[in-house]
């Protein structure tokens, strides 16, 4: 085999059984390579350097998986949507990419664990929650998370997405460090029911807390004032129930108009 050879979905579809080895001589395993498919375990070579887009999408069966430290790029939605997957461990060198609909890991509802090696140049880890290398942006919560969680004092950012679709979570205290939220931070954390804003904060986008729910009842304090989530449809929101906190809670925070996508 090349030592350059991609795996395609073509050649991935040979490799049958709910356990895969995938044998070492690949570089690059491609778009949609094991997709859909009823997978519980995989063991990715050293050969392997980056992991394609939607490489490993919607394989709900997927429980473990080996990633070797040599891989470089994660791409785009690459485990969106495996929901046995309960951990899982970025490398040194690995870049996760993601877009501002579609975070890394989403779907992923079992997940609890996202873990760190010690030795990244960009991010860190701590309770299983994914931060940048110094701890001043929260990244990503996994999904799987349930009960209450405290942000770590010193945490100045809520990243884009953040707490997307982390429906378990029933509290989230944010620590006086805090200084912006995000689009989407919040989106469907639907048992999320108050929040405390501190006084520090200065922005949060007006997506950071955005529902599709007919049952959503949340509300935000901050400087002592208490919102309400309202619901509304449009003709562009008509398929969702869609929720969310009012104008005048952004107007108080942010100090000027428009949405924000955070690191």
Not at 211 to 222: G, N, R, V
């Amino acid at each position: 085999m090349s030592k350059k050879e991609n795996l395609t979905t073509k050649k991935a579809e040979k490799m049958v059984g709910e356990h895969i080895v995938i044998p070492d001589g690949y570089i690059n395993i491609g778009k949609n390579a094991f997709s859909y498919r009823s997978i519980k375990s995989i063991i990715i070579p050293e050969s392997v350097v980056t992991i394609g887009r939607q490489a490993f999408m919607y394989c709900r069966s997927l429980e473990q998986i080996t990633i070797p430290n040599n891989i470089k790029m994660i791409g785009e939605e690459a485990f969106n949507y495996c929901g046995s997957l309960t951990s899982i461990t970025i490398p040194d060198c690995v870049i996760l990419t993601s877009t501002q609909k579609s975070p890394a890991f989403h779907g992923c509802s079992s997940l609890t664990d996202i873990l760190v090696c010690e030795n990244h140049l960009k991010y860190s880890c701590q309770d299983g929650v994914l931060f940048n290398k110094d701890k001043t942006t929260l990244i990503r919560c996994p999904e799987g998370k349930t009960g209450s969680y405290i942000i770590p004092d010193g945490v100045k950012n809520i990243a884009h997405s953040a707490f997307h679709w982390c429906d378990s979570l029933t509290s989230v205290t944010i620590p006086n460090s805090m200084m912006s939220i995000y689009c989407f931070a919040f989106t469907s954390c639907n048992l999320l029911t108050r929040i405390e804003i501190p006084d520090n904060v200065e922005l949060i986008s007006k997506s950071a807390f955005v529902f599709f729910s007919d049952k959503k009842s949340m509300t935000a304090t901050y400087k002592g004032k208490t919102y309400s989530t309202y619901g509304y449809n449009t003709i562009e929101q008509c398929r969702y129930n869609y929720y969310n906190l009012p104008q005048e809670f952004y107007d108080a925070i942010n100090k000027k108009e428009g949405d924000f996508y955070g690191a």
